[in-house]
């Protein structure tokens, strides 16, 4: 399947600093990728959406300036989570689609997570 | 509105039993159905999907899951279960409208020795 990559793995960052996460598709074009944020021993609750060449569209209830997504490529993605508060601490996961002729692909590949301390 | 809903948060059971994690969706017209393993501070790895054609899917790791329209569930089995199979399984949904995708709650597998 595809490959996405997502970087960091692990970062810890001090209380009031910015934190780029980035999420790479390493073997084909994402035209949509998607940012999920999970709690310990919770599921995955979507963030919002990103287009490639558009501005994100966020879920109910996220804060777009805190939570900063670009998508300047076909092939990254970026969430940069604004003056980090320990509250902001969490499991961060990409996922990404893309096109296959006419239609979406109907799997969406996910990277393997960033594990986000706020201290 | 849309929701998938896995009914159980913890599963325990003995090694080499059976074992069916249950999983049900908000009605839609059509959707794709997914289950997906995540290990300790890992991301998600895909076990199975449905996507069209026969009920039954089987996947990797010897699951499978069957999808029933009428009573809107995609349940997971497994004949029998490893120690390795002890992980967070979660149950997703794509409603094709929107392709945006949906995760239960999770359910935890716990396999005891």
């Known amino acids: 399947g595809a490959v996405v990559s997502q970087h960091p793995s692990r970062v810890i960052c001090k209380s009031g600093t910015s934190v780029k996460i980035e999420c790479r598709s390493l073997d084909f074009q994402a035209t949509t990728m998607f940012w999920y944020r999970q709690f310990p021993k919770k599921s995955l609750m979507l963030m919002a959406t990103?287009?490639?060449?558009?501005?994100?569209?966020?879920e109910q209830g996220v804060e777009k300036d805190k939570f900063l997504i670009n998508h300047a490529s076909l092939t990254l993605s970026t969430l940069t989570v604004t003056s980090a508060h320990p509250e902001d601490s969490s499991f961060y996961i990409c996922?990404?689609?893309?096109?296959?002729?006419?239609?979406?692909?109907?799997?969406?590949?996910f990277g393997q997570g960033t594990r986000l301390t706020v201290v | 509105a849309q929701s998938v809903t896995q009914l159980d948060s913890q599963v325990p059971v003995f090694e080499e039993a059976p074992v069916e994690l249950r999983c049900n969706y908000s009605?839609?017209?059509?959707?794709?159905l997914f289950w997906y393993v995540q290990y300790p501070n890992q991301g998600l790895q895909l076990l199975l999907k449905?996507?069209?054609?026969?009920?039954l899917v089987k996947g990797i790791n010897g699951f499978e899951a069957e999808f029933n329209k009428s009573q809107t569930s995609f349940h997971l089995r497994k004949p029998s279960v490893h120690i390795s199979d002890t992980a967070e399984y979660f149950c997703?949904?794509?409603?094709?409208?929107?392709?945006?995708?949906?995760f239960g709650a999770g359910t935890r597998l716990f396999v005891k020795a």
């Open positions: 996922s990404a689609r893309h096109w296959t002729g006419q239609m979406m692909n109907t799997e969406a590949f």
């Open positions: 449905y996507l069209s054609g026969s009920t």
């Open positions: 009605s839609s017209v059509s959707v794709y």
């Open positions: 990103s287009n490639e060449g558009s501005k994100a569209t966020y």
């Open positions: 997703a949904v794509t409603y094709t409208g929107g392709f945006k995708t949906i």
